[in-house]
């Protein structure tokens, strides 16, 4: 009976630690999303990732409150002989990533532990050169070099970070299959029903030779299609709009925005 009693104490000690745990990240991390991002840093950010003059106010705001907590809670390594990780690269990274979750903050990258910057395209198993990897045991891999590339013209439909922080939300079920984590079940519904078909269309296009808004790499696999269409959601937003309807309106949802309205002065 002693002994029933030990094991239940230490699982009440557990469950405590854990809940006061909780209780301490959530504090500090209401604490970081308070205090925004310096006026220097919002030079850097525009510097690096042009789009960000063209998110809505509001939206911002909540996006630099998850930079703080991205910055504090990730960590973030030079490989390939980068000599170091610099606030700007961390910043040019950051934005992007949490642009993402900004009406999403349950999809905070639970799994993501680092993100490994190489200075320039990476090898990656064996002789296969990459420009950015996300691999769901809690890295994301980019190439300095792609970074600012991918970020520099703002409306060519091509982000390497967009692209690998969108596969990092859809691995938060632990599967990339392009189908990303929803709060109501009917929300699967609706997504499959949406994309499904365009994957379908989209895949003939790309077969058949024929250019659409959104680029050939998503025809690899429903993972890359989501990848690649939150890269267009952002970048390409009206074209989007415009040629796939059902796929704009379930990425504006899952992601709350509406990008397509950004460049029209629309403030929401």
């Known amino acids: ?5 030990v094991f ?46 063209t998110v809505p106010e509001p939206t911002r705001r909540l996006a630099e409150g998850w930079m703080r907590v991205f910055l504090d809670e990730k960590g973030f390594e030079a490989c390939g002989g980068l000599e170091e990780v ?17 009406h999403r903050p349950q999809d905070f990258y639970s799994r993501l532990r680092s993100i490994l910057i190489y200075p320039d395209a990476f090898h990656s198993g064996g002789r296969d050169v990459r420009l950015g990897e996300s691999w769901s045991t809690g890295s ?4 300095w070099q792609s970074v600012c590339q991918g970020s520099a013209d703002p409306r060519d439909g091509l982000n390497v970070v967009l692209h690998e922080f969108a596969h990092q939300i859809d691995q938060e079920d632990g599967v990339a299959d392009g189908i990303p984590e929803f709060d109501e079940g ?8 949406a994309m499904a078909p365009a994957y379908e269309r989209f895949c003939e296009r790309v077969e058949a030779g024929k250019r659409s808004v959104l680029d ?18 952002f970048e390409k937003a009206r074209q989007l709009r415009d040629d796939e309807p059902e796929v704009y309106r379930e990425f504006a949802r899952f992601y709350g925005m509406d990008p397509a309205e950004w460049r029209s002065g629309t403030r929401t």
Not at 1 to 5: A, K
Not at 140 to 143: A, G, T, W
Not at 216 to 233: I, L, N, Q, R
């Open 86 to 102: 610099t606030d700007e690269m961390m910043l040019a990274v950051a934005a992007p990533a949490c642009l993402l979750i900004a």
């Open 186 to 193: 009917p929300d699967y519904g609706r997504w499959s029903a």
């Open 140 to 143: 994301v891999v980019l190439s």
């Open 8 to 53: 239940l104490g230490g699982v009440a000690l557990v469950v405590a630690l854990t809940v006061w745990h909780a209780s301490r990240v959530s504090r500090r991390r209401r604490q970081l999303r308070a205090s925004g991002l310096s006026d220097a840093e919002r030079a850097l950010v525009e510097k690096r990732f042009p789009l960000w003059k």
């Open 216 to 233: 050939d790499y998503g025809a690899e696999s429903p993972a890359e299609f989501f990848a690649v269409g939150t890269e267009t959601f």
């Open 1 to 5: 009976m002693t002994g029933l009693w």
